[in-house]
Every structure is written in C-alpha cells, then in structure tokens.
C-alpha cells in the first residue's frame, strides 16, 4: 500500500507567518512521530501520538509549535509566528505500537522562513 | 540524556574496499540501536536493527556495550551504498519509543 505521506513538499513562508504542515500516515499505524532536520543534521524528535492522544511533546522547541491528530488519523503540525530559526525539514513518521515494529518515514516538509 | 555520536561528516572509499561507520552512544539502560540510509532524493529508511541481527545488503552491525558502540561494517562497498547513514537509538517501552538520530555520515564509493 501507500507509505507516509507529507504535504506540502516544500514550503516558504515569510518571517511571522504561520504555517501547516500535514502528515498521512500508513493506514491502521497507530503511533505517529513528528521529528525536526535542521541542514546537515540528523532528525530531532518533536513529538508522539499514539491513537489521537498526544503522550509526548518534549521535543517541541517553543509554545509556537503544535501538533494534533484528531481522529487518530491524519496529523498536522502547526508553527506560528514563524522564525528563521524553524527552516528545516520537518519528517513524520508512522508505526505499529510496540517496541518491535519499525518507523516508516514521509518524504518530509522543507520548510523555508525569509 | 540519550545521546548519539557519529564522528565522520564523510567517508569516500573505493568500490571493493572495506567500509566502517562509527556509532557511539549514551543511554541509561539498554537501548535498541538502528542504522537508518537515506539514498539519493529518496526517504529515509531503516536499513537494519540490532535485535533482528540480520545482515541486510551485505551490512553488519555489532553492539558493543563496553565501548558503548554501534559501528556498521561492509567489507566490499558498491557503488549502490553511496548514500546519507543514521545511527540511531531507541527505548524499549511498549510504545512510543522516539528514536534519537546521530548527524549522520555522507558515504561516498568511488568507482
């Protein structure tokens, strides 16, 4: 079937700006992972959602972002007031629950503040 | 804190040499440990997992917990493995295990 997939592609927003970035997951995944790529580095965890319950937001770098899934499908990542510093590629994840199945990942959101 | 160490930005080898990408971690407790590739304009994908101990296109990987090390291994690269790699770690809870990624090494074979 169809893996993780993100939209939009890419994004440019211009500084304070809000923006919405969406993730679809594989069909009956339950968990859903939201993670940050800065430039020449590897993916940061953002947050978690199991179901529709968001069970971890301790990577979420400000009160500026928010995350929601709620139906426990489709998820979106919200940035408002967007910063410089928020240009990255924004990943999304999805999996089974339980320590033994894999992430799968989307193609990922490049975001772009000027 | 849980941390993820990879200390080559990049690795050029020759097709037919041996390669070895260095992983080290810090985590209290017993961590799972992955190689995640990237290739060329695709999504990252998983390439392999400590608990399955499998090797996948000819990769192994051997956890060290003395040296606290995860360092992937290939002794004839192809051109094919040219791509981005990531270590990474996860916990063993029941769910919500998020993975923490090293910076990842660029491996280049030249032909």
């Known amino acids: ?114 | 804190a849980q941390r993820v160490t990879q200390p080559e930005k990049l690795l050029s080898v020759f097709k037919g040499a041996p390669v070895e990408l260095k992983c080290n971690y810090s985590y209290s407790g017993s961590p799972e440990l992955f190689w995640y590739v990237q290739y060329s304009r695709q999504r990252l994908q998983l390439l392999l997992r400590h608990i399955s101990r499998e090797s996948i296109k000819g990769f192994t990987a051997d956890l060290n917990k003395g040296e606290t090390s995860f360092h992937l291994k290939k002794p004839f690269a192809q051109e094919e493995d040219s791509a981005m790699y990531y270590c990474a770690l996860s916990g063993f809870k029941a769910a919500g295990n998020k993975l923490t990624f090293g910076g990842g090494t660029r491996v280049l074979v030249k032909p």
């Open chain 1, 1 to 114: 079937g169809a893996g993780v997939s993100q939209s939009p592609r890419y994004k440019v927003a211009k500084r304070g700006q809000d923006v919405a970035l969406r993730c679809d997951p594989i069909s009956g995944h339950v968990s859903l992972f939201w993670y940050q790529q800065a430039l020449g580095q590897g993916p940061e965890f953002l947050t978690y959602f199991q179901n529709e319950a968001q069970l971890d937001k301790s990577g979420l770098p400000s009160d500026r972002f928010f995350a929601e899934r709620p139906e426990g499908s489709v998820s979106t990542l919200k940035i408002q007031r967007t910063q410089q510093e928020d240009s990255a590629v924004y990943l999304c994840a999805s999996s089974l629950a339980g320590v033994l199945y894999e992430q799968y990942f989307g193609p990922g959101t490049r975001l772009t503040v000027t």
